[in-house]
């Protein structure tokens, strides 16, 4: 694994924070503790030895005070165990929640659009696809499998450190046909609808909007008349591509067992399938349900549909 994998992987780092928090916490509460409890026993004994002689010497003293204060002292904990203690169940509590239920990423690109924004702060289920094992992202219990119109994040297949967000086109066993900037699902054209033209504000231009039914899952697409349906020049090579045929006009891909097809909803301004290869299940990190937050549109909060 390398280090820009590390680096980008939040997920390890926060695994290895919660060992070493809760291994420092282990040690303290089963050894270290009782190593400070046994060292101000002795003390503290030894001040009620001297003092006890001082009092049967006729010296009058109080000294339970003073008694208090030493063994607060020899029982404080170091400020490194204090803090490893404070964070660990944090640590572990925000590891479980983002490791198995609920994940939350933000929408970097406009591939999405109209569907999803930039700036989007979004929450993805991490258990509808299965149970999968933190860090190496091995699926242990199968729960469901991707459907066609989901909105999936994956790591990227040609740079795992990165997380991709787009739409579930194909399933394991599928024909994809994506010609003149129209989808075919084993050999049935998929249903669109024209919709108001969508402006782009970033560049200030119209978009043809349609409303594409998937499979019986309605959403929003973008195509920009002036852009081809495919730019030969950016198609890379990628596991299982014999299972492609490109031509200028589109492509044909029957879609491997284990692998999904994604497409970006701004079918034009995006970087996906078509260019890169399929999904393997391993990459799957999850279903992208909902918006919580928007800083610079609160209507955006609600459901992905």
């Known amino acids: 694994?390398?280090?820009?994998?590390?680096?980008?992987?939040?997920?390890?780092?926060?695994?290895?924070?919660?060992?070493?928090?809760?291994?420092?916490?282990?040690?303290?509460v089963f050894y270290l503790a009782k190593q400070r409890r046994a060292t101000a026993d002795r003390a503290l004994a030894e001040f009620d030895a001297r003092n006890n002689k001082l009092t049967a010497d006729g010296i009058k003293i109080d000294h339970n005070s003073s008694r208090g204060a030493i063994e607060a002292?020899?029982?404080?904990?170091?400020?490194?165990?204090?803090?490893?203690?404070?964070?660990?169940?944090?640590?572990?509590?925000?590891?479980?929640?983002?490791s198995f239920l609920y994940e939350p990423f933000k929408i970097p690109s406009s591939s999405m659009v109209p569907t999803l924004l930039v700036g989007d702060l979004i929450l993805v289920n991490k258990f509808t696809y299965g149970i999968r094992l933190p860090v190496i992202n091995k699926k242990i219990i199968a729960i469901n499998d991707p459907q066609r119109g989901d909105v999936m994040v994956f790591k990227y297949p040609k740079d795992l450190s990165q997380d991709y967000i787009k739409r579930v086109v194909g399933v394991p066993g599928d024909k994809i046909t994506y010609e003149n900037k129209?989808?075919?699902?084993?050999?049935?054209?998929?249903?669109?609808?024209?919709?108001?033209?969508?402006?782009?504000?970033?560049?200030?231009?119209?978009n043809k909007q349609y409303r594409e039914n998937l499979s019986g899952v309605a959403h929003k697409?973008?195509?920009?008349?002036?852009?081809?349906?495919?730019?030969l020049g950016d198609v890379k090579t990628f596991p299982h591509s014999e299972n492609c045929s490109y031509k200028y006009e589109g492509f044909t891909c029957v879609v491997p067992a284990g692998n999904y097809f994604m497409m970006g909803d701004n079918r034009d301004n995006s970087a996906d399938s078509r260019y890169w290869?399929?999904?393997p299940d391993q990459n799957i990190?999850?279903?992208?349900?909902?918006?919580?937050?928007?800083?610079?549109?609160?209507?955006?909060?609600g459901g992905i549909h």
């Open 73 to 98: 002292a020899l029982l404080r904990q170091p400020t490194w165990i204090e803090y490893s203690g404070s964070f660990f169940p944090v640590i572990a509590l925000v590891f479980f929640l983002r």
């Open 1 to 28: 694994m390398s280090l820009q994998v590390i680096l980008g992987n939040f997920a390890l780092i926060l695994f290895v924070l919660m060992v070493v928090t809760g291994a420092i916490w282990f040690l303290d």
């Open 182 to 206: 129209r989808l075919t699902v084993n050999g049935k054209p998929v249903e669109y609808t024209a919709l108001d033209d969508y402006l782009d504000d970033e560049h200030l231009v119209y």
């Open 221 to 231: 697409i973008l195509n920009n008349e002036q852009a081809a349906s495919l730019n």
């Open 285 to 301: 990190v999850g279903k992208a349900f909902f918006v919580w937050m928007n800083l610079g549109n609160l209507r955006r909060i």
């Open 277 to 279: 290869g399929f999904v």
